[in-house]
């Protein structure tokens, strides 16, 4: 038997595949778009760029955006190549598995299960803040112990539970039903921040923006951390989590091989742009320095003296981080039930509803334990997780661009990334890059993370794979 380091396969549909076993091919080009733009415009512009500006970057937070994005373009370069050549389970599990092997494989899809469950669990910790806030608008407050998990003074967060709980039943209702719904929550954020650059624009203020680079590139505080706009391109990188959450929907892709480089470069872009644009106009209306709150975008709006137009921000929060858990949640589902399909997970997970066309099963099971974390875990410091699972995905998916050139030169790519393999090898630096800037806390559990995965790789995955079956 070839080892397991090394074991490929080819994701290429199979026509043997059972219904029972298979997705339902129902989203276009620009439904996978908004799916993008639904995961990546949400907790990065509505929160992080105030925090980023007014502790990091100052007005070159415009600059941090651009390196973090610039980065994120070079992987996604290389996800539109992999998800038009391979086919198949989309994300880098599916990329890895044929350009590393089944080992590598595992390692990537268990990473990626601990960075969309956290990040879905985290954000809905934001969204409920919004939430309780806007309830406390219009007289209708929660009390207390229902808004906070034991460990903050509370008995359950149960905002952050319940909106998980929608999700699920949005996802089970269908996929097509699920991307509506992205697609109505996306136009609602868009017309909010449009609003906001409208409104900004007209109360720029020149003098903000000096000094420009009030940090310089990167400096270590005698407490340990960082400041500058390297430092603030490691955070703000969170705001580019999820575009990567489009590859995991090349099952149900009407054109695969077309609509997902589209979909994927397509959403990048567009939110760069916009990223950059809010950050600018919001460092150019508001001195960087009072700027470290959490939502900075409404707090600006207070302070240019339009009190009244908060209410609509949060409108525009509040459907804008519902899509972001919406799409990651969505790709979690979609990753376990390929992990399953391929017998690295218990086969229990790879049954797909015959009337919804959906893995009811993995997303009631996600569901529930996310709803549970949520609800009563303060995330805290776990969520940077998020940013060094992602990171680590990138990495991989950049080298299997490389990996995949020189190993199966003549595998037909209707998508190619430019100037390979330059392109996928700054991918690599840049994203490794990004991943030393992030605390050593953060590796150490990364790392025992992993090590569990690999625990059960060797107790399970290796014994049942149908890869090594065959």
């Keep these: 038997m070839t080892s397991p380091l090394f074991r490929k396969k080819n994701f290429l549909p199979d026509a043997s595949d059972s219904a029972a076993h298979s997705l339902k091919r129902c989203l276009s080009a620009w439904d996978l778009t908004f799916l993008g733009v639904g995961a990546i415009i949400g907790t990065g512009i509505f929160v992080l760029t105030g925090v980023a500006a007014a502790t990091q970057a100052g007005p070159a937070i415009v600059i941090s955006f651009i390196l ?4 994120c373009t070079f992987a996604a370069l290389s996800y539109a190549e992999l998800a038009a050549a391979i086919g198949g389970c989309g994300s880098a599990y599916g990329y890895s598995y044929v350009a590393f092997g089944e080992l590598c494989a595992f390692i990537i899809g268990w990473d990626l299960l601990l960075e969309y469950s956290i990040a879905v669990a985290t954000v809905a910790n934001g969204w409920s803040g919004y939430f309780c806030t806007m ?9 207390a112990a229902l808004t906070k998990p034991p460990a903050l003074g509370g008995i359950i967060n149960l905002p952050a539970m319940l909106i998980i709980l929608v999700l699920m039943i949005l996802l089970i209702l269908g996929t097509k039903h699920s991307a509506k719904a992205n697609n109505l929550m996306v136009w609602i954020k868009l017309i ?3 609003f906001f650059i409208a409104m900004a624009a007209l109360n720029i203020h020149p003098e903000n923006w000096q000094p420009f680079m009030p940090f310089g590139w990167f400096n270590t505080l005698p407490d340990g951390h960082t400041t500058g706009i390297l430092a603030g391109a490691s955070l703000v990188f969170f705001a580019y989590v999820g575009f990567d959450a489009v590859s995991t929907a090349t099952e149900e892709a009407n054109n695969p091989q077309r609509d997902l480089p589209f979909g994927i470069v397509a ?3 567009f939110c760069t742009v916009i990223y950059i644009l809010v950050a600018g106009l919001l460092t150019g209306a508001i001195p960087y320095t009072q700027l470290n709150v959490s939502s900075p975008v409404a707090h600006a709006l207070n302070l240019m003296g339009y009190p009244w137009a908060s ?4 409108t525009g929060v509040i459907a804008g981080l519902s899509t972001v858990m919406l799409v990651l949640y969505y790709a979690l589902t979609r990753i376990i039930f390929a992990m399953s399909r391929d017998g690295l997970l218990p086969v229990f997970f790879n049954e797909v509803h015959s009337k919804t066309n959906t893995p009811v099963r993995v997303i009631v099971v996600c569901g ?7 609800g009563l875990v303060p995330l805290g410091e776990l969520a940077e997780l998020v940013n060094i699972g992602t990171l680590a995905a990138f990495v991989l998916v950049c080298l299997g661009v490389i990996m995949l050139r020189i190993t199966q030169p003549d595998m037909p790519r209707p998508f190619k990334t430019p100037f390979s393999p330059l ?12 991943m030393s800037f992030l605390p050593t806390i953060t ?5 025992i993370w992993l090590g569990i995965g690999l625990s059960i790789y060797f107790a399970y995955s290796l014994h049942n794979s149908k890869l090594g079956q065959s």
């Design 68 to 71: 973090a994005g610039l980065a």
């Design 135 to 143: 309830l406390n608008a219009i007289n209708l407050p929660l009390p």
């Design 192 to 194: 909010t921040i449009s």
């Design 267 to 269: 959403s990048l872009l």
């Design 311 to 314: 209410a609509l921000i949060s």
């Design 368 to 374: 529930s334990l996310m709803a549970c974390i949520a």
């Design 423 to 434: 392109f996928p090898l700054l991918g690599v630096i840049s994203c490794s890059a990004l």
């Design 443 to 447: 590796w150490l559990r990364f790392l």
